[in-house]
């Protein structure tokens, strides 16, 4: 058998969308929901509210937060939208000014990565004959952002409202259906926090233990923490 007969087949695959810009706010977002309103909710009630202000309480921050997260979201992800844009019409009026300089340039960036003098040349020559690739290309190699696959603001936002809103509900269902101790919204949202944070350890090299584990253990020192101080403040006014 030839080297060539025992090279295998190639094998094909599908990589995860790691561009589109939802899973970081979705998982912000249910993260964000979970702990903060579970913490506020024990917070008030460690301050001796009864059940109705407990409910107020966690139907405001559940509000409040999906709104701001939303916002603060849209814009952050729109801000950088424009701005790499605003950097793309930059490489596009250099290679259309001084399309030399910019092709030497990204013959630079090839043999910077190890490719020889004479091909690094001959591949920026063959790219920058169109300047429609061209640009796409400096996109690419220069900012490392693939210009026709930016993250959307809109799906940021909406993804992050929708996360939050159901990270903040764990801990109020209880409440609304009746429940007057704090302690199964406290057992459900743990439990949620293990559970996301087992979940995003399919999107990670984290195993799901360690996940986990993590977010349930900085979910839980934010809420006891928040229950200490609503407890001293609650005796004191």
Do not use: C
């Not at 490392?144 to 409202?161: E, H, K, M, R």
């Amino acid at each position: 058998m030839t080297a060539v007969e025992r090279i295998p087949p190639e094998q094909h695959h599908d990589h995860r969308d790691v561009t589109g810009g939802w899973l970081r706010p979705a998982v912000f977002g249910v993260m964000d929901g979970l702990v903060s309103n579970t913490a506020l909710i024990a917070g008030v009630a460690g301050g001796g509210a009864d059940a109705n202000t407990v409910v107020l309480a966690g139907m405001a921050g559940l509000v409040a937060g999906a709104i701001s997260m939303a916002t603060g979201e849209y814009v952050s992800v729109a801000s950088q939208t424009e701005l790499t844009r605003a950097e793309i019409e930059v490489e596009k009026r250099e290679i259309a000014r001084v399309p030399a300089a910019e092709e030497a340039e990204l013959a630079a960036l090839y043999r910077g990565r190890g490719v020889d003098d004479a091909t690094a040349r001959e591949v920026a020559r063959q790219l920058s004959r169109d300047p429609e690739q061209a640009w796409r290309v400096h996109a690419r190699e220069e900012l490392g952002v693939d210009p026709d696959d930016l993250p959307s603001p809109w799906t940021a936002a909406g993804s992050s409202f929708l996360a939050f809103t159901a990270g903040a509900a764990v801990p109020l269902v209880p409440y609304l259906l009746g429940g007057m101790s704090l302690l199964l919204p406290l057992v459900l949202a743990l439990l949620a926090l293990f559970l996301a944070g087992a979940l995003v350890s399919r999107f990670t090299d984290r195993s799901a233990l360690y996940s986990g584990s993590r977010q349930l253990l900085l979910g839980g020192a934010a809420t006891a923490l928040t229950y200490a101080i609503g407890s001293v403040v609650g005796t004191s006014v």
